[in-house]
């Protein structure tokens, strides 16, 4: 079994991946056996080409994607001895030598013939994983020496890819002119309330997200503690991880590394235990906590614990002000 998915130079796409579990169905409720060929840049673990002796097979199948190329052409050369069949495939150009060197071509457009369903829209049902914003700053450079936001944003993406979730990257800056960026606060809270959880190390990552209803697990990525634990504990928000936890279990985890010990062993464990204990508990406990917090935010109710906002104090302190310039 092979696609687009198993070249070096290839690409693996959502939908080709989807197309072959389809074609994995249909040959396994066949009894047929198979093997898959993977991309080592995609699965370094799986079967790769380099891998593979060509004389142990009888039979070849494409799946997915143009028929198109001088890599499927060099499929044919390799497996010249097998029964070769691709499916559900777009045909570019029928006479090139990749189309004309399947023995069967089951296309999905492009043969000649209507259109065909895609492989991928009947595909085996998927298992639901939570749909998570990230939110991370590089700046913040007023914290001088106590910043420790690349250590940071460096060991939360990293331990990010290896979770199973749909991970959306997001900026709380707005621009009117880049289409990437949110316009406004609207546009910004239309997608944090379709999120399950955000992962950030900016106060109005957590703040947005809470008022939301969203559960966010944050990060202060300043030595000591600044704006961000100060917003959670405002916030009555448990779910808040000091830098320290993260940047010293990783810089414990290098020196461990390069004295010739497990990289990452028992202090990075420690860490990516403290995140993945906030994880499961804003995916469960969490939700109904957010909930409860941007309910009262948006009801303009005093927040958790009864800590009011500056604004509250406002009218107040321009009035003092005015009156303590007045009398100078």
């Known amino acids: 079994m092979t696609g687009w998915f198993s070249f ?8 080709d991946v989807l197309a072959l579990a389809r074609v994995e169905r249909v040959l396994r409720d066949a009894g047929s056996a198979y093997d898959v060929v993977w991309s080592p840049g995609f699965r370094a673990d799986g079967t790769h080409f380099a891998d593979v002796d060509p004389g142990a097979y009888s039979r070849l199948v494409f799946v997915c994607g143009p028929v198109h190329g001088a890599q499927v052409e060099e499929l044919h050369r390799r497996f010249a001895h097998c029964v070769r069949v691709a499916v559900g495939v777009s045909v570019v ?3 090139s030598p990749a189309v004309t060197g399947f023995h069967r071509v089951l296309a999905r457009d492009g043969a000649g013939d209507g259109p065909g369903l895609d492989l991928a829209a009947r595909a085996p049902a998927l298992p639901a994983v939570p749909v998570v914003g990230v939110v991370l700053t590089h700046g913040q450079h007023e914290y001088g020496g106590r910043r420790r936001h690349e250590e940071v944003a460096a060991v939360l993406t990293r331990w990010l890819a290896g979770r199973d979730c749909a991970r959306l990257e997001l900026d709380t800056r707005l621009d009117a002119h880049d289409w990437r960026l949110c316009g406004t606060p609207a546009q ?4 944090l309330s379709r999120l399950d959880l955000v992962v950030t190390d900016r106060l109005h990552g957590l703040v947005l997200a809470l008022r939301a209803g969203v559960p966010a697990l944050a990060v202060d990525p300043v030595e000591g503690g600044a704006k961000v634990t100060a917003q959670a504990r405002a916030c009555g928000w448990p779910a808040l991880v000091p830098a320290e936890r993260l940047t010293k279990a ?11 010990g497990s990289a990452g062993s028992s202090a990075e464990v420690s860490a990516e235990g403290t995140l993945e204990r906030w994880w499961d508990w804003c995916l469960a406990d969490g939700r109904a906590e ?3 917090i941007g309910a009262g935010f948006r009801a303009a109710e005093s927040v958790p614990d009864g800590v009011p ?4 104090g406002l009218v107040a302190a321009l009035r003092e002000a005015s009156e303590a310039a ?3």
């Open 8 to 15: 070096l130079h290839g690409e693996a796409t959502a939908g």
């Open 93 to 95: 150009d029928a006479g």
């Open 309 to 312: 906002d500056a604004a509250d």
């Open 290 to 292: 957010a909930a409860r």
């Open 250 to 260: 990783s810089a414990e985890g290098s020196a461990e590394g390069s004295a010739g």
């Open 188 to 191: 910004l809270e239309a997608v």
């Open 326 to 328: 007045a009398g100078r």
